[in-house]
């Protein structure tokens, strides 16, 4: 029988009624560019701890004392604001994600699944959400680095493609390499790639994300990401871009995006899942 994943952990303090943080105790906010979590306003002292943190074992004098639960959330709270998790996207959670059609129903079915079957003693395998912009993609995957976050302690890192290569070019200009900005990305539980195959897809780009890909995937060490482009290749000359701009060319592929040896590796460590349905930005924009 598949093992039950953990809830979300829970402040003790927190009103298990409460409407704003279903019971959890953490609200997510805005703090300038990121995502930040934080008491809900119906958190109350500690009843467990009495706000020490620690927890006596027994009712002996001196007893053995162990770390209050309230002191994991708050551990788990630092690896959420540390996640890089966009601000725009501080509400998207799997509940906050409105499923179009049966088609996206099976779709945050397969995120919930993957959430239950993630192990913090095992080796995972990744998960990559395909489709045209606007599906929701990115809602999904911050939805569940969350529930990595507050239900398995995992430690994650989101990154959009655009801005680790920004990133990593001011870096070189200021000598620090590339080491400084990659090796945390290769050292967390779970990496989440937004926008992955997107950019101009230039020879520093591609290295940058072998190096990524290849250490992490020598690690054992599961990527999520979103991608606007399907799964495969098609044959498109990546040097032939002008052609597909012009929409005179065969549309282009991951692999044709990210090169045969990072599709390849993604291909062998990850489920691809298509996100289909009608463009949630545009809905909005309607409503
Ligand atoms: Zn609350
Ligand atoms: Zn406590």
Redesign the pocket.
Known sequence: MASRHPPELAH??AEPECPDCRGSGTLIRRAGERAAAQDCHCVVV?P??????L?PQSEAFRARVKR????TLLARRRIFDAANIPARHSDSTRASFVPKGRHQTAVLAAVSKYLASYDPRADNRGLILYGQVGRGKTHLLVGLLRDLVFHHGARVKFVEFSHLLADLKSGFDVGRGMAALIDPLVEVDVLAIDELGKGRNTEFEGTVLDELVSRRYNAVRPILATTNFAPGSSGASVANAASVQLGTGPSPMLSDRVGERVYSRLRETSDFIEVQGEDHRELRGRG
């Open positions: 003790p303090g500690c467990d701890c009495r706000g020490t943190g927890v209050c639960r309230c002191q």
